[in-house]
């Protein structure tokens, strides 16, 4: 049900409150300059960029960033990939999404996020994918990405843009990083907007436990096969 402008459930939400939940959110509820702005190959991308993050800042947006090491090599990236694909990072028991969810561009869906009682589902639109095929080092210099970025949608607590990711780099580690930017929408989250922080900050740090579980499993699953796209 839709409460002050909010998608509530007492309980864990049903596809069906979800399709609800997107059906009457709208459209993105940040400024059009800034949609795709997490890309990692966007000029504007949110990686080490000081500049960048002064710049969202002068515009209201807090910037959060989260990166961990998941493992090495093409096995390890394969299998962080399949777990971005099949939503496994946000498999935390209390946050999920919908599993089946297309990862694609245009592809809506609702993170469930449970906060003490009520459950909460924030709709987002993927609004790009970018799939840099990984060759095992071959080029000697890593190069391996796997990202989507999704923006928030009217009815969401917070307006802006989140990246999931996961990246070789020159030595071949595999690095899972969750990136965003974000400012409130909605007079609760401006209210208790450092709260929402901490909460923020938990909730890339919990997905980031999410990857290195599921790497582990299907590194030690000899009938495991990736997911691809």
Not at 106 to 132: N, S
Not at 161 to 188: G, I, N, Q
Request: charge should be positive; charged fraction near 20%.
């Amino acid at each position: 049900m839709a409460w002050g402008g909010l998608f509530l459930s007492l309980s864990r939400p049903t596809p069906e409150q979800q399709k609800s939940c997107l059906a009457a959110a709208g459209g993105f509820n940040y400024d059009a300059d800034l949609h795709g702005a997490t890309h990692p190959k966007s000029p504007a991308a949110l990686t080490t960029s000081e500049d960048t993050d002064r710049a969202l800042a002068d515009r209201g947006f807090s910037v959060n960033r989260s990166r961990v090491l998941v493992g090495s090599g093409a096995d390890a990236f394969r299998h962080a990939k399949s777990a971005l694909l099949s939503w496994k990072h946000l498999a935390l028991g209390w946050a999920e999404a919908e599993p089946g969810t297309p990862v694609k561009a245009g592809a809506r869906f609702c993170i469930c996020y449970r906060e003490v009682v009520p459950w909460v589902m924030f709709p987002l639109q993927i609004a790009y994918v970018t799939d840099d095929k990984y060759d095992g080092g071959k080029r000697g210099k890593g190069g391996g990405v796997f990202a989507f970025g999704s923006g928030t949608l009217q009815g969401h607590l917070l307006a802006g843009e989140e990246r999931f990711s996961v990246e070789v780099d020159a030595e071949e580690r595999v690095w899972y990083e969750v990136v965003s930017f974000s400012k409130p929408a909605h007079p609760l989250s401006a209210l208790c907007y450092p709260y929402v922080r901490l909460r923020q900050r938990h909730f890339a740090r919990e997905s980031g436990k999410a990857v290195l579980r599921h790497v582990a499993a299907a590194a030690c699953s000899p009938t495991a096969t990736p997911t691809t796209q």
